[in-house]
């Protein structure tokens, strides 16, 4: 399985942007996808996730901004983030894990900074 992220910028706090993360290869056994977050000097977080069934979680510092959707025929998982503040700023992973989470597998990542 192979991911490739899209869609990271530099934008002003209280704007939007939305990830992309397509996927290719072998991803019929593939259930859960979603993304992480890393700032610089701080560990990889979950930012938010979703199921084959469509349950989603989130974080509790971007529930109400971010949105997180797949869209099967194209292969691909979106991040829509509105609100955007400065400790928004990170390298965001887009990630496919297979059911049971036997298996994850990541993007190379897509940096967001949100700065003025």
């Known amino acids: 399985v192979q991911l490739v992220e899209s869609g990271g910028a530099l934008v002003q706090p209280g704007g939007s942007l939305r990830l992309s993360c397509i996927a290719s290869?072998?991803?019929?056994?593939?259930?859960?996808v979603g993304w992480y977050r890393q700032a610089p000097g701080k560990e990889r977080e979950l930012v938010a996730r979703i199921t084959g069934g469509s349950v989603t979680n989130y974080a509790d510092s971007v529930k109400d901004r971010f949105i997180i959707s797949r869209h099967y025929a194209k292969k691909t998982v979106y991040l829509q983030m509105n609100s955007l503040k400065p400790e928004d700023t990170a390298v965001y992973y887009c990630f496919a894990e297979t059911v049971g989470s036997i298996q994850r597998y990541w993007g190379q990542g897509t940096q967001v900074t949100v700065s003025s």
């Open positions: 290869g072998s991803i019929l056994n593939i259930y859960t």
